[in-house]
């Protein structure tokens, strides 16, 4: 933790966020006096009142899903973890880490905005910064505090509640692609991922884009299979619009899957528009990603214009303070991708982990490596079921191409946090649907070539019949 975040040249963390704190505090009246408490009082009424909410949520989620119990019961108890991970990152920054984390950055920059945001008053102090990347999660820490006060448990407790909303829409996005068909797999990993409640549990772009790319992607899996209609692309413009004053960086990569993706969808057989409705998608969306491509080079810091991988890494060498795990090295080559894959899947393992929270990320990856291993049945039939549900692509093209440019990141630490949006979709594809071993086929996607010709050709002569 202490590392910086995104493509930023490192620095030293927790006394620069302190510093930048005072340096504010004397802008806002007086009101600031330089310390974040957490008033327990309010943070027990925000927890029973989060978890009411959220439970109202899972009634409406359950019943959408056919009502399983299953269901109701493992979506409480990721709610749960996810409201009592907030005050246990505060204890274990604390205690563990010796305060030091990222989140110092933002709360410190953000609470003397707090008081001015409650009046109304958005205006942004001289020397504040870019409202882009690390500028935009001040502000969110703002606005929590003008809500709930200067208390860091109960803004922690929102955001952790957000990341909660987020991993729900990627379940939700699962089971629409594939009619709830091993949803239980997906869900008890996405559900219970210690990296995805840990790292969003805090005031941090982790659990905004956890939220936002969530939403994003439930969107864009309505499109892909042809539902929601127009509240479908509301939220996907919604999530868009949040996410390019984050990372507009990761924003590019899942739209670029998505239009991919959106190439390779099914028409519709039912649409007498569908030729003029795919084309004017696929502008659109070539749209999008144009804008999103110029604010990303343009405006996330440490890009100037353009992207230089090699740069990137060498910035983030180094030692010290705020560096973490540098010191991975780094090449564009396409050779080394398979060691870009690795880096950031599954590095760091037990054999090659050092501190304890290293430890504790190399128990993940030796998971989620046995997962991959137990997995290669299903891999196995990714091309044809990604034709089947070009949801799949979407994934396939977004965790591609996020291992080949964040390994450049060249810091275990930096690659760990980042990762976190990336899980869920990486998730995905090792959960698609496959009937047992020595088994007939469930799914379309398992059938040979020939067998899907011939499966096609009988459901034309039903339609016929009827």
């Not at 707090?114 to 703002?142: E, T």
């Not at 910035?315 to 090449?331: A, D, H, K, T």
Request: hydrophobic share 50%.
């Amino acid at each position: 933790m202490g590392c910086l975040e995104g493509l930023d040249s490192p620095s030293n963390s927790t006394p620069k966020s302190e510093r930048e704190g005072d340096q504010l505090s004397s802008m806002n009246n007086g009101a600031y006096n330089g310390t974040i408490g957490s008033n327990p009082i309010v943070v027990a009424i925000l927890a029973v009142a989060l978890f009411a909410l959220g439970r109202r949520i899972i009634r409406r989620i359950v019943e959408s899903e056919g009502g399983d119990p299953w269901l109701a019961k493992v979506l409480t108890a990721c709610l749960i973890v996810h409201l009592v991970a907030a005050p246990l990152q505060i204890w274990s920054v604390n205690h563990l880490y010796g305060g030091i984390a990222d989140y110092t950055r933002y709360i410190y920059k953000g609470a003397p905005l707090a008081s001015d945001f409650r009046h109304f008053d958005f205006s942004l102090p001289q020397g504040f910064g870019g409202i882009v990347d690390n500028g935009s999660i001040s502000i969110v820490a703002a606005v929590l505090f003008a809500l709930v006060g200067l208390n860091q448990a109960a803004a922690f407790l929102i955001m952790s509640f957000l990341a909660f909303i987020g991993i729900v829409c990627y379940y939700r996005a699962f089971t629409l692609t594939f009619s709830g068909a091993n949803k239980r797999r997906y869900g008890y990993l996405i559900f219970f991922l210690p990296s995805l409640i840990f790292w969003t549990a805090d005031v941090s772009k982790e659990s905004i884009m956890i939220f936002l790319l969530g939403v994003l992607t439930y969107g864009c899996a309505q499109v892909l299979a042809r539902q929601g209609g127009f509240r479908a692309w509301v939220l996907i413009l919604a999530a868009i619009a949040g996410s390019v004053f984050i990372r507009p960086n990761e924003m590019l990569l899942v739209l670029g899957g998505f239009t991919i993706a959106m190439i390779f969808r099914q028409p519709s057989a039912s649409s007498k528009f569908e030729p003029a409705r795919r084309t004017t998608s696929l502008v659109f969306l070539a749209v999008l990603v144009t804008v999103v491509m110029f604010l990303t080079l343009h405006f996330l810091p440490g890009l100037h214009g353009s992207v230089n991988l090699s740069q990137i890494n060498k910035n983030n060498q180094g030692s010290g303070e705020g560096l973490g795990s540098s010191g991975i090295g780094y090449s564009q080559s396409p050779l080394y991708y398979p060691k870009d894959i690795y880096v950031v899947l599954f590095d760091p393992l037990p054999f090659n982990a050092h501190s304890g929270g290293e430890k504790f990320q190399a128990l993940q990856n030796t998971v989620l490596l046995g997962l991959l291993i137990v997995s290669l049945r299903n891999l196995r039939i990714l091309p044809r079921a990604a034709f089947a549900r070009p949801y799949l692509i979407m994934c396939f093209v977004y965790v591609v191409s996020f291992c080949y440019f964040f390994a450049a990141l060249g810091n275990l630490g930096l690659i760990a946090r980042e990762a976190t949006v990336m899980v869920p979709l990486y998730l995905v594809l090792l959960c698609i649907p496959r009937a047992p071993r020595h088994r007939p086929p469930r799914y379309i996607w398992e059938l040979t070539r020939r067998q899907r010709a011939e499966h096609r050709r009988a459901m034309a002569r039903r339609r016929a019949a009827f």
